[in-house]
């Protein structure tokens, strides 16, 4: 296995802890850069990644059009098998957050202290599991009201991290973002899984 280091603000030079999980929801219309980034980042900071989706093995297009290949479906995902969950934006999480199973996912995230980061309109699917009351968080400006009313407390940001809970507006945000991410991740320690 590569090691490969992460540079975070005050963990720069700091790798990951070994055997890093993390689940990134796909569906169609996903927002491209924000999948495709923080998933990237996260390969090349060292952690294992994997892209689930309604369908395992499935091509979900982007909105604009970049492809992304589920390994796994949703149904078949459990919370202990990682350390956070990475929720894109774009239309795909007002769909997905129909789905119960994908709601329960994000519900037992936080009941676990584990990273939940969500970039633009993907904090609707934390609003919809309920778990932003209290929260400081952002997002994007389309759904600021959706994430007051669910008890959440705005920032104007372009990374807010309140304990286990990353939350970013916009694409252009993503640099944030991710070390937002990974600043999570490495404080994490020995929180999460087993490296299988």
């Not at 778990?131 to 389309?142: C, D, E, K, L």
Request: aromatic share 6%; net charge negative.
């Amino acid at each position: 296995m590569i090691s490969t280091v992460s540079t975070v603000g005050s963990h720069a030079g700091a790798a990951l802890p070994a055997g890093t999980r993390i689940l990134v929801l796909v569906g169609h219309d996903y927002e491209d850069l924000e999948l495709w980034y923080p998933r990237l980042r996260l390969e090349e900071a060292g952690a294992h990644v994997t892209v689930a989706g309604p369908a395992a093995g499935h091509t979900y297009a982007g909105k604009h059009g970049y492809p992304c290949c589920s390994d796994a479906a949703l149904a078949d995902m459990e919370v202990a098998d990682f350390h956070g969950v990475v929720i894109p934006g774009g239309w795909m999480p007002d769909a997905l957050r129909r789905d119960r199973h994908v709601l329960e996912l994000v519900h037992g995230f936080d009941a676990a202290g584990r990273l939940i980061a969500a970039i633009c309109h993907g904090g609707w699917i934390p609003v919809s599991a309920g778990v932003y009351r209290g929260v400081r968080v952002t997002g994007s400006p389309g759904i600021k009201d959706d994430l007051i009313n669910a008890g959440g407390l705005w920032e104007d940001a372009a990374v807010v991290v309140d304990r286990h809970h990353v939350s970013s507006r916009r694409p252009a945000d993503l640099p944030a973002f991710c070390r937002g991410i990974l600043a999570v991740l490495a404080g994490a320690g020995s929180v999460g899984p087993e490296a299988r």
